[in-house]
């Protein structure tokens, strides 16, 4: 006797459930989707016990008539696609018609439905794949189903199953996906009896992102939009300052529907480069609409990947969008200064706040006010001990003349920090961060027209390197060059250096030239991949150049030297972060000091 069988219908049923329905949470969405296919303008989902016990999703769209409800439940049983055409323009959220199938072949599940102008409804009962009769029923408009100790005949799948809190937080972020992909469709879920959402009907996305998140990460959004090349965009973009450890707060849609995709995620990180630290996820709510027929959405079971016909169109338009968004943004970072009402230390953070106000003061022009000057209250002066705040008092020395038309509206503090003045109180920058910035941009735009200028050395400078460091050397010979760095040999197992960049000057060129080794590859870098791409080994070599070059926390700056570089940083691209992410300017406004004392 042969060793091969053909399966029964429930055993496919279940097998396809392994790939659909992994989890409760796979069980809400597919009924969501149903609803949302359905035309439904409201959805209630009740869930209880993480969803273990119970998944209830009712709808008031069109609902189904009695032969609809019996063929319902069947495996590829769709009204969706008719031939295979349709899959070439899938408009809808389900098509495969797999979902109620593998639904009811592992769950208790119990399906009411009515139309708009039948008198009565219909109902049926799957018992784990086991059907029961279909029979009149009084139904509201539309459809409920509800599932029912989900995996209870394979105790194997049910013990794999999370807490109720974690499998109810898998049904949320389903609930989460979907109320953002349709911001004008009512829902609400409740756990356990109690309501965790009720979104309205008429919620714009701003609105939704409020209800679903908070009101502060919806107002901190940018919005940006594209319409090219048959490919609209619609995004919400958050500023760097509220970026995540993790993507989660990443949400991509594509005609309607959340997706992941991997050229998506890799444009969204490379149109934050240099505004974001690299471990560091921005917020973004991504909207893309294109014809169906450039996409195909029949990948996975899941429905969540995709696959696009010219994935490198999509990756540029998103990239190139979202860019000139945050390009012509002003991303300076705000401080955000304790609240005032029942502050603890409030009294010394109002002596900073004072020192700075009175440093405003004596530069508004205009003004006949008293001039301050701040002495360096040194290192005590904001000290923490035992969660308790203790400084020394910030001394000032009053002067009795008036306001001088040539005073510096700037200030270096604990020679690492500029203080300077705007039109909205004053920023507090980070010289080595801001400095790093123009350093990197003025590399990396002369190293992508052409190669650094160099100089060659009064006197070479010799180092020695291993027989590996030596093959590092010269597999990377054409990057040494575009950077304008000379090396030669000068003895057994020694180099020199004979010609170093003029903009690197400030470095030590056998300091910069050994840790330039130690991120090299032993691999030979082409001129077409030298210099492209964010996380690439040259920019990374560029970001080290900048940083080994430019002013040092600690270095005292001449009243040029920070007139140059305030005036340098209106010349870069993201002057507001570092080449690694990090801010390089905090904002203070009077609003918010006239708050900290009571004013407003």
Partial sequence: MGQIVTLDENMVNMIAAGEVIERPANV?????????????????????DGGRRLISVADNGYGMDADDLALAFE?????????????????????????????????????????????SGSCIEVDCGS?????????????KIEVRNIFYKLPARRKFLKTANTEMSHITEHFTRIALAKSDLGMSLTHNGRE????????????????????????????????????????????????RTSSKFQYVFLNGRFIKDKFISHAIKEAYRGSIEPNRYAVVFLFIQMPCEQVDVNVHPSKIEVRFY????????????????????????????????????????????????????????????????VRSPGDNFYKTESHKFKTEPVKFTRTETS??????????????????????????????????????QRLRSRTLTGKLESQRLLIPESFQLSDHQAQVIKDNAALLKKLGIEIVPFGPGTFAVQAFPVLLAKASPTDFVQD???????????????????????DEVLKMAACKTAVKAGQK????????????????????????GRPTTIKFTLRELERQFKRT
């Fill in 516 to 538: 330039l080794i130690d991120l090299l590859p032993v691999a030979e870098l082409t001129d077409k991949t030298i210099f492209e791409g964010a996380g690439s080994m040259p």
């Fill in 557 to 580: 700056l001449s009243d040029n030297e920070i007139e140059q570089l305030l005036a340098d940083s209106k010349e870069v691209e993201y002057a507001d972060h570092c080449p690694h």
């Fill in 28 to 48: 809400a969405k597919e009924l969501m989707e149903n609803s949302i296919d359905a035309g439904a303008t409201q959805i209630n989902i009740s869930v209880e």
């Fill in 310 to 373: 010219n994935a490198n169109l999509v990756h540029s338009q998103i990239l190139s969008c979202l860019r000139q968004k945050l390009l012509g943004a002003n991303l300076q970072t705000t401080a955000k200064l304790p609240s005032v009402a029942g502050s603890k230390g409030f009294k010394d953070r109002g002596k900073i706040a004072d020192a700075m106000s009175e440093f405003i003061k004596s530069h508004r022009p205009g003004r006949e006010e008293p001039k301050f000057s």
């Fill in 131 to 143: 059907k029961g009769s279909l029979r009149p029923c009084s139904a509201d408009d539309g459809t």
């Fill in 75 to 119: 495996p590829h049983a769709t009204s969706k696609v008719k031939n295979s055409s349709d899959l070439h323009s899938i408009s809808t959220l389900g098509f495969r018609g797999e979902a109620l199938a593998s639904i009811a072949s592992v769950a208790q599940v119990a399906a009411r439905s009515k139309t708009k102008h039948a008198e």
């Fill in 403 to 440: 306001y001088a038309p040539h005073q510096k509206p700037y200030l270096q503090i604990h020679d690492s920090f500029i203080v300077a003045q705007n039109d909205e109180g004053f920023v507090i920058i980070d010289q080595h961060a801001l400095h790093e910035r123009i350093l990197y």
């Fill in 196 to 243: 965790l959402h009720r979104l309205a009907g008429n919620d714009n996305l701003r609105q939704r992102i409020a209800r679903l998140f908070s009101p502060e990460v919806s107002e901190n959004l940018m919005q940006t939009e594209s319409n090219e090349r048959g490919l609209h965009l619609f995004a919400l973009l958050g500023r760097p300052e509220s970026s």
